[in-house]
C-alpha cells in the first residue's frame, strides 16, 4: 500500500503569517492517464473533512486563493499564504491513485 | 445542492453486523465514484472502501473480508455493510463523493460489549 507522510505533524503559526505543509508518498501518484490524484483536505474542530485542493494544484470551488498546492511524482506541498484564524484545523493529504485510497498522518495547524 | 446524509450508526457488540447507508441528492450516486472514510475518536482520517461508477469495489486491509460496500441506484445510496465487529472499528464514518468533493456530517459506530 502506498504511504502518505506528511510533515510537519504539528504547525504553530503567526496570523497573518505564511504556512507549508509537505506531503510525501512511498510511490508514484502519476496515474495511467496522465493525471496525479494527490488531494488535500482542512478539517475544522467538530466538523467533516473538506477538500481544499485536488490533483495536485486546483483549488475547489469557494477555496480562498491563499491556499495553494503543488508537486509532482512523490513529493507535495500545501501551501497557505497568510494564515487566518479561521485556518485552525487538521490537514490531510490523500492519494486517490493508487486502488487502495490513503491518508496522511494529518498536521494540525494553530494560531501562536 | 450536492447533499450526503449517513444513517445506521450505534452501539454494537463485538462480532455483530451493522448497516450504513448514504442517502445522496443532487447529483447520482452510479454516475460517481463513491467511497467510505472513517476516523477514530481523536485519530486521523482512515480511508475504508471504494466503489466506481462500473461497479469495482476496492478495500482497505483492515476491512476486507468483513466490510461491502454497495448501491442502490434506484435509490440513490451508497451502503457500507459492515459484519465480524471489533473494537477497533469504532469510529465516525462518512461517505464522500469521488474524490472527496463532498462529504456527509458522518455517523459514530461504537463496537463495545
Known amino acids: 500500500d502506498v504511504v502518505m507522510t506528511q510533515s510537519p505533524l504539528s504547525l504553530p503559526v503567526t496570523l497573518g503569517q505564511p504556512a507549508s505543509i509537505s506531503c510525501r508518498s512511498s510511490?508514484?501518484?502519476?496515474?495511467?492517464?496522465?493525471?496525479?490524484?494527490l488531494n488535500w483536505f482542512q478539517q475544522r474542530p467538530g466538523q467533516s473533512p473538506r477538500r481544499l485542493i485536488y490533483?495536485?494544484?486546483n483549488r475547489d470551488s469557494g477555496v480562498p486563493d491563499r491556499f495553494s498546492g503543488s508537486g509532482s511524482g512523490t513529493d507535495f506541498t500545501l501551501k497557505i499564504s497568510r494564515v487566518e484564524a479561521e485556518d485552525v484545523g487538521v490537514y490531510y493529504c490523500?492519494?486517490?491513485?493508487?486502488?487502495?485510497?490513503?491518508f496522511g498522518q494529518g498536521t494540525k495547524l494553530e494560531i501562536k | 445542492e450536492v447533499q450526503l446524509v449517513e444513517s445506521g450508526g450505534g452501539l454494537i457488540q463485538p462480532g455483530g453486523s451493522l448497516r450504513l447507508s448514504c442517502a445522496a441528492s443532487?447529483?447520482?450516486?452510479?454516475?460517481?465514484?463513491m467511497s467510505w472514510v472513517r476516523q477514530a475518536p481523536g485519530k486521523g482520517l482512515e480511508w475504508v472502501s471504494v466503489?466506481?461508477?462500473?461497479?469495482?469495489?476496492y478495500y482497505a486491509d483492515s476491512v476486507k473480508g468483513r466490510f461491502t460496500i454497495s448501491r442502490d441506484n434506484s435509490k440513490n445510496t451508497l451502503y457500507l455493510q459492515m459484519n465480524s465487529l471489533r473494537a477497533e472499528d469504532t469510529a465516525v464514518y462518512y461517505c464522500?463523493?469521488?474524490?472527496?468533493?463532498?462529504w456527509g456530517q458522518g455517523t459514530l459506530v461504537t463496537v463495545s460489549s
Open positions: 490533483k495536485v494544484s
Open positions: 510511490q508514484s501518484l502519476v496515474y495511467s492517464d496522465g493525471n496525479t490524484y
Open positions: 466503489i466506481y461508477s462500473g461497479g469495482s469495489t
Open positions: 490523500m492519494q486517490g491513485t493508487h486502488s487502495k485510497y490513503t
Open positions: 464522500a463523493r469521488a474524490g472527496g468533493g463532498s
Open positions: 443532487g447529483f447520482t450516486v452510479s454516475s460517481n465514484y
